[in-house]
């Protein structure tokens, strides 16, 4: 039986300190405020955005931790150069802008983020892998292929037969990640899997696009496969090149599915 107490409780409405961040954050992305500009007082944010001091004040606070804004004791809030103080929250930030849609150059960017540590990733996880590793990457594998067959079996059987539900471009998405998220723990070094659950959100919304053309989910699950059963054989260079090439037919088909 269910008890209420404990992770249960009101869902409250969207904060007015989240608004006014979002607000604020779409003023600079747009350029209404410039890298250096200063930014009107505390008392007057809270009569252009009809809030009360203490929420700018949290708000701004918020947005000095993102990288967007510098707070200087009695000299006021000043906007920074966010591509060169801003954090990782900054992207979700850019993403929200932009209704979740990716510009070419930050496509780009995330791509060759991919490139740089997930090559060396598979690489380490083929050194350093433990049995248990070993086991958790290929039941992941196993059903990625149980995905497959069933769609397979799906399309196949005759109209006048339930056949079983092809899994959603999302669920795709969700294991795929997983996948990558296991070999970077298995790769032994603690940053790698932090950083991929830093790109989580932006990684699914490009995954989930990405998966949407449903042609593409055999190919990569067979990357996959050869990836894990490279680590499993602590075959490094292996490994490394699988990736390699996976991010290459991936990357390949994401700019013709994203741009035409």
Not at 64 to 74: A, C, D, N, P
């Amino acid at each position: 039986m269910i008890t209420y107490g404990e992770g249960f409780g009101p869902i409250t409405p969207r904060s007015l300190k989240d608004e006014f961040i979002e607000r604020f954050e779409a003023l600079i992305l747009s350029g209404k405020f410039a890298p250096g500009d200063k930014v009107p007082s505390e008392r007057d944010l809270g009569v252009l955005f009809g809030i009360s001091r203490p929420v700018v004040h949290e708000g701004l606070r918020a947005l000095e931790s993102r990288g967007l804004v510098t707070i200087e004791s009695r000299k006021g809030a000043r906007v920074n150069d966010y591509r060169r103080e801003g954090s990782i929250e900054m992207l979700l930030s850019i993403l929200n802008y932009t209704g979740g849609k990716l510009s070419q150059s930050l496509l780009d960017g995330i791509l060759e983020l991919r490139l740089l540590f997930e090559v060396e990733t598979s690489r380490l996880a083929a050194l350093r892998r433990s049995a248990s590793h070993v086991d958790e990457l290929r039941s992941i594998v196993a059903r990625e292929r149980s995905m497959v067959e069933s769609d397979a079996d799906g399309r196949a059987a005759s109209s006048r037969v339930a056949s079983p539900r092809a899994a959603s471009a999302r669920e795709v998405a969700d294991i795929d990640l997983e996948l990558h998220i296991s070999i970077a723990i298995a790769s032994g070094n603690e940053i790698y899997p932090l950083l991929m659950n830093s790109f989580r959100r932006i990684y699914l919304a490009i995954l989930e696009e990405f998966y949407a053309d449903a042609s593409v989910v055999g190919p990569v699950f067979e990357y996959h496969e050869r990836l894990v059963e490279a680590i499993a054989a602590s075959d490094e260079d292996g490994a490394r090149g699988v990736m390699l090439e996976m991010l290459g037919y991936s990357e390949r088909n994401l700019r013709r599915i994203l741009f035409g």
